[in-house]
Structure formats: structure tokens, C-alpha cells
């Protein structure tokens, strides 16, 4: 006989329990409904004057481990994830793949190429023109082309390589402007 009166208010518990659960202080209801109202929030770009901003950020991910599959700078990086991660923080919306990178944004020769642009190579095999590797233009001096990128190679990693080094020129693809 006892155990009926606490069935009874466990019953009673669990029902304004439960009811309290669903209802939404009206302050939330009204937030809400706003936030419906004005549709969803798209990132816009931020507007990079200069490279500069775009530059300084990747460079403060120098020697960042490369790491395939990957665009963490905790876990690391591998090219593609990288100039993605780059371009994502300043709120573009670019590819995650370098085989993407190459059929987006403008495309441009080498000879115009500007610090920022994406500079698009083929894998490591330079008789496949499949594009397999990125990096972002850094510097241009004269003839020399420096790009900042994530490199499985010697280096290992988020480094600044001159398109002299290497095979770099006989794997080069295209420029592409994202900027």
C-alpha cells in the first residue's frame, strides 16, 4: 500500500520534468524568431587589402608537420588542406582537394601571377598532368617565385619554397586568383 503514493509522485516528477523540458523561456523564443526572420548567415569574405593579413597568417604555420588527409594545425597538414585552412580563416570558400583548386577561381599564366594567388603543380609524377600539389604565391622577385605550402618532401611540412628548387617548374599547372 505504501508503494502507490511513491509510484504516484515518481509519476508526477517525471511529467513536470519532462514538461519543463520542452518549454523555452520566452526571451529564447523570441531570439529565435528573429534569427529565422533574417534567413541564414552567410561567412562573407573578409576584405583583405593586402595580402599581407592572408600572408602573415599562413607564415605563423611554418613548420607545422605535414600530414596527409589533414587541414588541423594540431594534427598537421597536407597542401591542400593547408591553403584551404589559409583561405578559410579570412572567410573564402575554396576547395579541399588540389585536383578542385585547379578548375576554380581565375586562372591565370605565371608571368601575372601576385603574391596570394594559388599556384597549382602536378603530383609527383611531372609526365601526369593531373594537378596533385599547392601552395600560396609568397614572394616574386625578378624571375624568382617563392610559395608557402605543406610539403611531404625533404622538408616536411609547412615551408617556403622557390619555384627554382626542385622539380617545382616542370610540375607547374597554373595560377589561380582567389584574392
Same mark, same amino acid.
Request: hydrophobic share 35%; net charge positive.
Given at each position: 500500500?505504501?508503494?502507490?503514493?511513491?509510484?504516484?509522485?515518481?509519476?508526477l516528477?517525471?511529467?513536470f520534468?519532462?514538461?519543463?523540458?520542452?518549454?523555452?523561456? +520566452?526571451?529564447?523564443?523570441?531570439?529565435?524568431?528573429?534569427?529565422?526572420?533574417?534567413?541564414?548567415?552567410?561567412? &562573407?569574405?573578409?576584405? @583583405?587589402?593586402?595580402?599581407?593579413?592572408?600572408?602573415?597568417?599562413?607564415?605563423?604555420?611554418?613548420?607545422?608537420?605535414?600530414?596527409s588527409?589533414?587541414?588541423?594545425?594540431?594534427?598537421?597538414?597536407d597542401?591542400?588542406g593547408?591553403?584551404?585552412? +589559409?583561405?578559410?580563416?579570412?572567410?573564402?570558400? @575554396?576547395?579541399?582537394?588540389?585536383?578542385?583548386?585547379?578548375?576554380?577561381?581565375?586562372?591565370? &599564366?605565371?608571368?601575372?601571377?601576385?603574391i596570394?594567388? +594559388?599556384? +597549382?603543380?602536378?603530383?609527383?609524377?611531372?609526365?601526369?598532368?593531373?594537378?596533385?600539389?599547392?601552395?600560396?604565391?609568397?614572394?616574386?622577385?625578378?624571375?624568382?617565385? &617563392?610559395?608557402?605550402?605543406s610539403?611531404?618532401?625533404?622538408?616536411?611540412? @609547412?615551408?617556403?619554397?622557390?619555384?627554382?628548387?626542385?622539380?617545382?617548374? &616542370?610540375?607547374?599547372?597554373?595560377?589561380?586568383?582567389?584574392?
Amino acid at each position: 500500500m505504501k508503494k502507490y503514493p511513491i509510484v504516484f509522485f515518481l509519476i508526477l516528477f517525471v511529467a513536470f520534468a519532462a514538461r519543463s523540458q520542452t518549454t523555452m523561456p +520566452v526571451q529564447y523564443q523570441e531570439l529565435v524568431k528573429n534569427l529565422t526572420k533574417q534567413g541564414p548567415v552567410i561567412n &562573407k569574405p573578409q576584405k @583583405v587589402e593586402s595580402p599581407n593579413r592572408l600572408l602573415d597568417f599562413a607564415k605563423s604555420m611554418l613548420g607545422i608537420r605535414y600530414r596527409s588527409a589533414s587541414s588541423s594545425p594540431s594534427r598537421g597538414f597536407d597542401c591542400s588542406g593547408f591553403v584551404n585552412y +589559409v583561405f578559410s580563416n579570412f572567410g573564402f570558400k @575554396v576547395p579541399r582537394s588540389s585536383r578542385d583548386f585547379a578548375t576554380s577561381g581565375e586562372a591565370k &599564366k605565371l608571368e601575372d601571377a601576385k603574391i596570394g594567388d +594559388v599556384i +597549382v603543380f602536378t603530383g609527383t609524377n611531372s609526365r601526369s598532368r593531373t594537378p596533385g600539389h599547392v601552395g600560396i604565391i609568397y614572394s616574386i622577385d625578378g624571375d624568382e617565385i &617563392k610559395f608557402i605550402h605543406s610539403s611531404s618532401g625533404g622538408r616536411k611540412g @609547412v615551408t617556403i619554397s622557390s619555384l627554382d628548387e626542385g622539380f617545382y617548374k &616542370k610540375r607547374f599547372l597554373k595560377v589561380i586568383s582567389i584574392l
